[in-house]
Every structure is written in structure tokens, then in C-alpha cells.
């Protein structure tokens, strides 16, 4: 296997589904992923999909356990002030709604349908994007994959962006992180909660009706040490304070993380024979749950420029995606500038935030802008 039209570094869901849609358009393609199916497979990531990402799964047969064991979302809850605002999605959008469907589900599903090649434990270690050409270590041995196309969907570390011989950056780092954990505990909740508190925000997602998922806002340089379950808990109940007999339920804790917030875009996507999709060009932070949606939008969007096989839709991928990322990074950063407390900041953009947050839950037009945003918009 030293030739292929279709080189594909990284098999995330980026990877994984370009791999898929190709496949079944009949395009020979090789995925090439670093590390193994088990690390890939059950790496907490994403929970929830837009009905874009649902949409695209579904027509290229990949859908079928999301729609019997995903939970359809027809909501959110914005949670301040000690009180609820519910944000209806369909009444708000025309009737569309997202899934709750972990990315490690996603993941699963798209490793089983893979038809053509795709290596674990490969590690490209140089693209080039004129001669298309993936240069790779696998069981040892170096090897070289001679390619028409070379998409990098090898997520923000990997060697995709770093072959692009001129790139140009975009980068926001927040003065905050998310510390993330998954409990076997029922949710407290139908629907998402998103809580603004001015110790900081928290957000109360889950995975299943019996596993829930739920984050905090902690400083970029805290460590999981710092935070025994118990003061994750009592942390939560603070941020969900709500009037009324709401209870966060609690229970063992089995995955905890925390992970840096970023903004970030690498323009363009393409140069050459080799083009980005996904994290490997650009980073949101998730408050607004878009950055596993992006990355499908991506790839839907590259893979219906090849099996076109028009040069024209080739040539406009960069910019066509560009559009759809940063309405995303728009949405994401304002989300995450409503809700985070930045203890840093100075009073009167605190005060702005509640105005911001008090608008939003009064304003049919702002809550519909909202909930356009987060379902996802239409594809162009
Ligand atoms: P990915 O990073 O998922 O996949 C890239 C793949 O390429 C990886 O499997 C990697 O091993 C492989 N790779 C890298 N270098 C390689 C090389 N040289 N050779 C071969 N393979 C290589 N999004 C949300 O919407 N909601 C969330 O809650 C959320 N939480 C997140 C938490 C964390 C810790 C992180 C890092 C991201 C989170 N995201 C979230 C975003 C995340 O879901 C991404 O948007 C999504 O994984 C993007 O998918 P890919 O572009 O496929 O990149
Ligand atoms: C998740 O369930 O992991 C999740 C949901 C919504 C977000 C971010 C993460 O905005």
C-alpha cells in the first residue's frame, strides 16, 4: 500500500467520517491514526451533536445506534440569578433540536463501518503538500504513502498545519480551564443546564440516562489534585443554586480532566494537494459545543468538493469552511464571555455580563439568535 488518492492523517471523527464518505463514493483512501483503537475509541471528548452533525450521520448510514440509544434535545437551560430560563429549540428555530451522543459513540460507530485501510499506531511523520506524499512509522518500520489529495485531520497537535508552507494564525487563550467529570449518577436534569455564577460557570451535561456529565470553571494552571470529589460537588451546588427544591445528585466520580479553553483559526485550509479539516485548523472553546460539529462540517464539506471532482469546489473549500468556523468562534466566544466569570476583570464588565445574560433570557430575538446558533445553521 504505497499509493492511495486520498491520504488521511488522524482518525478522530474528522478523519474517520471523511474516510467514510469516501469510501462510499468508491475513493480509495488510507486513514492514518497515531495511536491505538482503544485510545482513540474511549478518549472523553464531545456530548453533543447539532443537527447538522445528526443529519450528515444518518444519510451516509452511520446513524443508526445514535438514533436508538442517543437522547434528542429539545432545550437548554440558562441558569443566574438564582432562577431557569429554558431555551426552546425547536419553537425557536423552525423545529430543529442536537443529540446527546458522546463523540467516543461517534468514534465507535465509524471505526466499525470503516471499509478501507486504516492503521493504528501509524504516526505520519511529514506530509508534503506539493508532492502529496505522507511520510509514516508504523510497526517499526518507515514508510512512504504517494497521495493525490492529503487531508490533515490530525487534530491541533498535529503535523498537518506545521506542513503548510504559509499560514497565518488566530489565537485567544482564556484566563480560565474546564474541569470536566463523568459520574455514574442519573442527571439532575431533562436538559443541559448552563449556570453563570460569580464564582464561575458550570455546566450539567450527560451521557445516558444513568451517566452524567458535568463541568466547572477552574483557573488554567489548577490540577485535579486540588480537587477531592467532594469539593467538585460542593463547587457545583454552589454554582447551580436555583429558588425552588431542585438537588444536583451526587455519585462516584469515573473520569475527571481538565482541559485548557483556546479560540483559535488557521487560515487557509488548504495549500496544495494538502488540506486542513477539523481541530487541525481551528480550536473553539466548548461552551458553545461546536468544535466536534465543525470538524463534521469540514469534512462534509471537503468530501462532496472530491467526489465532485470539480477543481472549483476544491479551490473554494478553504474559504467556504472559513465562513462556518468563525460564526462558530463567534458563537462559542460569546457564549463563554456570558457565562465564565474572569475574576480578573473589572466590575463594570461583570455588570455588563448580567445585562448581557438578563437580555438574552428576557428577548425572544436574543434567545432565538441563541438557539439558531447552537442547533447549528443550516449548511449553505
Ligand atoms: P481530534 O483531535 O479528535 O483527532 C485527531 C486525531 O489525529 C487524534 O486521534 C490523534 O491521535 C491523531 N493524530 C495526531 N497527530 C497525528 C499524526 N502525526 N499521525 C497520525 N495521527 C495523528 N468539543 C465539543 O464540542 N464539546 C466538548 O465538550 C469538547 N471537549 C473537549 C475536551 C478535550 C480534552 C479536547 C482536546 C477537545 C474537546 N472538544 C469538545 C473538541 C473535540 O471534540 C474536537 O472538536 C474533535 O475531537 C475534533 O475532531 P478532529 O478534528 O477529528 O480532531
Ligand atoms: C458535553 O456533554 O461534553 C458538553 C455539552 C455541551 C457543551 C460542552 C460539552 O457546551
Request: aromatic share 8%; with cysteine; hydrophobic share 40%.
Given at each position: 500500500m504505497n499509493r492511495t488518492r486520498v491520504g488521511i492523517i488522524g482518525g478522530g471523527p474528522a478523519g474517520l467520517l471523511l474516510g467514510h464518505l469516501l469510501d462510499r463514493a468508491g475513493i480509495a483512501?488510507?486513514?492514518?491514526?497515531?495511536?491505538?483503537?482503544?485510545?482513540?475509541?474511549?478518549?472523553?471528548?464531545?456530548?453533543?451533536?447539532?443537527?447538522?452533525?445528526?443529519?450528515?450521520?444518518?444519510?451516509?448510514?452511520?446513524?443508526?445506534?445514535?438514533?436508538?440509544?442517543?437522547?434528542?434535545?429539545?432545550?437548554?437551560?440558562?441558569?443566574?440569578?438564582?432562577?431557569?430560563?429554558?431555551?426552546?429549540?425547536p419553537g425557536l428555530t423552525g423545529g430543529r433540536t442536537v443529540?446527546?451522543?458522546?463523540?467516543?459513540?461517534?468514534v465507535k460507530d465509524l471505526v466499525a463501518l470503516r471499509a478501507g485501510p486504516l492503521l493504528f499506531e501509524a504516526e505520519a511523520l511529514a506530509a508534503?503538500?506539493?508532492a502529496g506524499v505522507i511520510r509514516y512509522r508504523h510497526r517499526g518500520a518507515e514508510h512512504e504513502l504517494a497521495c493525490e489529495l492529503i487531508v490533515a485531520c490530525d487534530g491541533f497537535h498535529g503535523i498537518g498545519r506545521a506542513s503548510?508552507?504559509?499560514?497565518?494564525?488566530?489565537?485567544?487563550?482564556?484566563?480560565?480551564?474546564?474541569?470536566?467529570?463523568?459520574?455514574s449518577v442519573p442527571p439532575s436534569c431533562e436538559e443541559l443546564i448552563y449556570a453563570h455564577h460569580e464564582h464561575g460557570f458550570a455546566l450539567h451535561s450527560m451521557r445516558s440516562p444513568s451517566v452524567s456529565r458535568l463541568y466547572l470553571q477552574v483557573d488554567p494552571d489548577?490540577?485535579?489534585?486540588?480537587?477531592?470529589?467532594?469539593?467538585i460537588w460542593d463547587e457545583l451546588d454552589t454554582r447551580f443554586a436555583v429558588d425552588g427544591d431542585w438537588r444536583l445528585e451526587r455519585g462516584p466520580i469515573t473520569d475527571r480532566s481538565i482541559t485548557p479553553m483556546r479560540s483559535?483559526?488557521?487560515?487557509?485550509?488548504?495549500?496544495?494537494?494538502?488540506?486542513?479539516?477539523?481541530?487541525?485548523?481551528?480550536?473553539?472553546?466548548?461552551?458553545?459545543?461546536?468544535?466536534?460539529?465543525?470538524?463534521?462540517?469540514?469534512?462534509?464539506?471537503?468530501?462532496?468538493?472530491?467526489?465532485?471532482?470539480?477543481?472549483?469546489?476544491?479551490?473554494?473549500?478553504?474559504?467556504?469552511?472559513?465562513?462556518?468556523?468563525?460564526?462558530?468562534?463567534?458563537?462559542?466566544?460569546?457564549m463563554t464571555a456570558m457565562f465564565h466569570r474572569d475574576h480578573g476583570q473589572d466590575p463594570f464588565e461583570h455588570r455588563l455580563q448580567l445585562a448581557?445574560?438578563?437580555?438574552?433570557?428576557?428577548?425572544?430575538?436574543?434567545?432565538?439568535?441563541?438557539?439558531?446558533?447552537?442547533?447549528?445553521l443550516p449548511f449553505q
Open positions: 483512501n488510507v486513514v492514518l491514526e497515531s495511536r491505538t483503537r482503544a485510545y482513540v475509541e474511549h478518549r472523553q471528548r464531545a456530548g453533543i451533536l447539532e443537527q447538522n452533525t445528526v443529519d450528515v450521520l444518518r444519510e451516509c448510514g452511520a446513524g443508526a445506534r445514535m438514533d436508538r440509544e442517543g437522547l434528542v434535545h429539545e432545550g437548554i437551560e440558562l441558569r443566574f440569578d438564582r432562577r431557569s430560563h429554558r431555551v426552546d429549540f443529540m446527546v451522543y458522546a463523540q467516543t459513540e461517534v508534503d503538500p506539493d503548510m508552507p504559509s499560514v497565518t494564525t488566530y489565537q485567544r487563550d482564556y484566563p480560565f480551564a474546564w474541569l470536566g467529570i463523568l459520574a489548577d490540577h485535579l489534585g486540588n480537587w477531592p470529589d467532594e469539593r483559535f483559526v488557521a487560515e487557509p485550509m488548504r495549500s496544495g494537494r494538502l488540506f486542513l479539516a477539523g481541530d487541525a485548523a481551528h480550536i473553539v472553546p466548548p461552551t458553545g459545543a461546536k468544535g466536534l460539529n465543525l470538524a463534521v462540517a469540514d469534512v462534509t464539506l471537503l468530501a462532496r468538493a472530491i467526489i465532485s471532482g470539480d477543481e472549483r469546489l476544491l479551490a473554494g473549500y478553504s474559504e467556504a469552511a472559513l465562513r462556518r468556523v468563525w460564526r462558530a468562534e463567534h458563537f462559542s466566544a460569546w448581557q445574560l438578563r437580555y438574552t433570557a428576557a428577548s425572544d430575538a436574543a434567545m432565538t439568535s441563541l438557539a439558531e446558533n447552537y442547533v447549528g
